[in-house]
T-cell receptor, first 112, second 113 residues
Framework: GQQVMQIPQYQHVQEGEDFTTYCNSS?????IQWYKQRPGGHPVFLIQ?????EVKKQKRLTFQFGEAKKNSSLHITATQTTDVGTYFC????????????FGQGTILTVHP | GAGVSQTPSNKVTEKGKYVELRCDPI?????LYWYRQSLGQGPEFLIY????????DSGLPNDRFFAVRPEGSVSTLKIQRTERGDSAVYLC???????????FGPGTRLTVL
């Protein structure tokens, strides 16, 4: 499968601050998906990005897929305590057909 | 509707024992996936089924691990001669078709003493 590296590994923010996590690959990705896992929970699908340079928004969340399809980012504006959890990117499709290859994740904590 | 369910939610066993972990996918989902998640890591792919057949089992770590889905619905992950290193959360996911959105179950936490 396609390997990705996520940075940072941990991020601590004050409520109301912004947060960004990055997902980088050395190879071109077919698609990429983002998941959120709350503490003690299971991964929950957030979004899939397919096109080069694609930008998608979900309320305070903005997802981007790089022009070269080798990197992606998730940006959260004005974090809330409900945003706490681990955010994973996962290449999908292409050589990863049928299976998700998760990054290590970014653990976000939000201090009220 | 009902999501993916997994039983048991927790399983504690002794080294060398055999265990079975069960997954009930969302009704009508043809694709079913097994992942394993160790503490502090992302889920790691094990195997996926399209219908009754294992389409890709490249993630199974060795021949102690085996999974079946005889009727194209419920799946069982079987681990023989368990080792302490098998301790992890085993996640099951299903999707309506192979490249569709995967919906995860709550997982089975396996502890091998």
């Amino acid at each position: 499968g396609q390997q990705v590296m996520q940075i940072p590994q941990y991020q601590h923010v004050q409520e109301g601050e912004d947060f960004t996590t990055y997902c980088n690959s050395s190879t071109t990705l077919s698609n990429i998906q983002w998941y959120k896992q709350r503490p003690g929970g299971h991964p929950v699908f957030l979004i899939q990005l397919v096109k080069s340079g694609e930008v998608k928004k979900q309320k305070r969340l903005t997802f981007q897929f790089g022009e070269a399809k080798k990197n992606s980012s998730l940006h959260i504006t004005a974090t809330q305590t409900t945003d706490v959890g681990t955010y994973f990117c996962a290449p999908f499709g292409g050589t990863s057909y049928g299976k998700l290859t998760f990054g290590q994740g970014t653990i976000l904590t939000v201090h009220p | 509707g009902a999501g993916v369910s997994q039983t048991p939610s927790n399983k504690v066993t002794e080294k060398g024992k055999y265990v079975e972990l069960r997954c009930d996918p969302i009704s009508g989902h043809t694709a079913l996936y097994w992942y394993r998640q160790s503490l502090g890591q992302g889920p790691e792919f094990l195997i996926y089924f399209q219908g009754t057949g294992a389409a890709d089992d490249s993630g199974l770590p060795n021949d102690r691990f085996f999974a079946v889905r005889p009727e194209g619905s419920v799946s069982t992950l079987k681990i023989q001669r368990t080792e302490r290193g098998d301790s992890a959360v085993y996640l099951c996911a299903s999707s309506p078709y192979v490249e569709g959105t995967q919906y995860f179950g709550p997982g089975t936490r396996l502890t091998v003493l």
